[in-house]
């Protein structure tokens, strides 16, 4: 079994973690709490989203922590855009990388855009454009590549056609998320494998929810085929709009810890990791749910 | 990739989780419970432990229970015995099986039952002769087969030896522990790999706990090496004597979601799962750490 020596973490807590919390968090703690993040040695945070507030009021204050945040210049900041106003915002604050999303299932992207997945495409076409034009790096999200909430197959022929869009796009990587957490690692191997016979592991990184616990067996089982890149949020942030109560996802800090057991480098140090999760637990004011923060903390 | 079909749950949940509660759980609750748990088509309970009060009094009215309890004949109803007055009590209640207990860590075992690995053995050996007399049937525990609280160093060669022991004295299943949470797949698989080139895979089951959030990962690694016994407690129940506030053994829920998505039988209806841990949460009073559990509960 040949692991990867090291692995890069996307911390989305900022950003896929926060969206989901139904509190809004004070921008000066937001901007603290990042800033702390940076402090970890994770190289790539996912900071806010540059969405209307009427959509997602918990990242309202986009403008206002990307101005306040101390940037390490060996951090890529990224945010999420979903429209050509974002990009104007985006590119404003000067982010390091804009992240697209679509999500493969058509009812699942219907009922986060508004929008079928042919029309989300044409639309992401302009957002990319815009930031290629500017010289910004482009990250994709394709959601639900495992399950889609609403029951509808999602089917790897979709997921293909939108990696494809994605890399005419000029999209450099692409995250392929677990949305609902219903992944198992006997279909992850499936779905990478067929699609690691068209593209390049480095192309990819994976996005699991924890809401059954099988994040980390998945990740495991992508270890194993050679993807080299994961996103995590800090404590376990995000739920899951569609379970309500449900566990987000996987938690930087359980999934820090496995990889450090097996050898598998991250540059992430998990002290200062406890220090961040720490103050985000103080912010938020509930429990985290983080295994291995459970234990550090009593 | 092969998985077995099925595979067989052990609820450890009355036992090694209520141990390591705080709180005594009146013994009447106890008994609605484990017919709860009977009613669920697993076909395998450590009902209690034959040990003094003065050791576990979580777990003190093991008499009561056995006598109370409506038992199934379809289903072992075990209990974890010490010593030979131990014995007495559970031939007394005509209990189906005993587990004996040992680490594999010297400094572990010293500190468990403040006696050498080799003083155990004797030890267990009578209670076994006295088991063997009566035709009940034995279960061996090897706790810290992964790693040890105290930081020394299990080796496989221990673990090995005790195996043999447990063997000469009439073991029919032995069941590998992670006392403290620690392994990983890579681990799971190598030692399991090198037992399996001396033994059968039918001897072995497998104990996780999952204070570290691995426990279903490791699983994973123990399936595809042809395991089929695993030990899991409803809700997660148990924590960790070494770690306050940790997770507990994994907990059934997720484990019989994950077996269920992955293909692999159980016998388990996983409605009647969730009545038997909605009634322990009432009866416990606090959040049980299963992610399966949060999602059907709310």
Redesign the interface.
């Known amino acids: 079994?040949n692991?990867p020596k090291a692995v890069e973490i996307r911390e989305v807590g900022p950003r896929d973690g926060l969206q989901n919390e139904k509190i809004f968090i004070p921008t000066d703690l937001k901007v603290q709490w990042i800033n702390l993040i940076s402090e970890t040695g994770v190289r790539h945070i996912e900071v806010s989203s540059f969405v209307s507030p009427k959509w997602i009021p918990a990242l309202a204050d986009h403008h206002e922590v990307f101005e306040q945040i101390a940037r390490d210049e060996k951090i890529t900041y990224a945010a999420l855009v979903p429209n050509l106003k974002g990009v104007e915002g985006a590119i404003q604050q000067k982010v390091d990388e804009i992240a697209l999303f679509i999500s493969a299932s058509e009812e699942h992207n219907q009922s986060n855009v508004n929008a079928s997945i042919n029309q989300s495409l044409q639309n992401l076409k302009a957002v990319a454009e815009a930031a290629n034009r500017e010289g910004i790096s482009l990250r994709g999200y394709i959601s639900t590549v495992f399950g889609s909430p609403f029951g509808d197959e999602v089917k790897l022929q979709t997921v293909k056609g939108i990696i494809d869009a994605y890399l005419a796009m000029g999209v450099s990587e692409i995250s392929l998320g677990d949305t609902i957490g219903?992944a198992?690692?006997?279909q992850v191997?499936a779905i990478l494998s067929e699609l690691l016979t068209q593209y390049d592991s480095d192309l990819f990184a994976l996005h699991f929810h924890?809401?059954?616990?099988?994040a980390?067996?998945n990740?495991?089982?992508a270890l194993e085929l050679g993807i080299t890149k994961y996103d995590s949020a800090i404590g376990g942030l995000g739920g899951c709009p569609y379970?309500?109560?449900?566990?987000g996802n996987v938690?930087t800090n359980?999934l820090v810890?496995?990889l450090h057991?097996?050898g598998v480098q991250t540059n992430i140090d998990e002290e200062k990791l406890f220090t961040a999760t720490r103050f985000l637990q103080q912010a938020i004011n509930r429990?985290l749910d983080?295994?291995?923060y459970?234990?550090q903390?009593?």
Chains 1, 2 share one sequence.
């Not at 924890?210 to 099988?214: F, K, L, P, V």
Request: proline fraction near 6%; charge should be positive.
């Open positions: 079994m692991l219903v198992d690692p006997v191997k924890d809401t059954y616990g099988r980390l067996a990740i495991f089982a379970a309500p109560g449900a566990s938690s359980d810890n496995f057991r097996l429990q983080s295994k291995v459970k234990v903390s009593n």
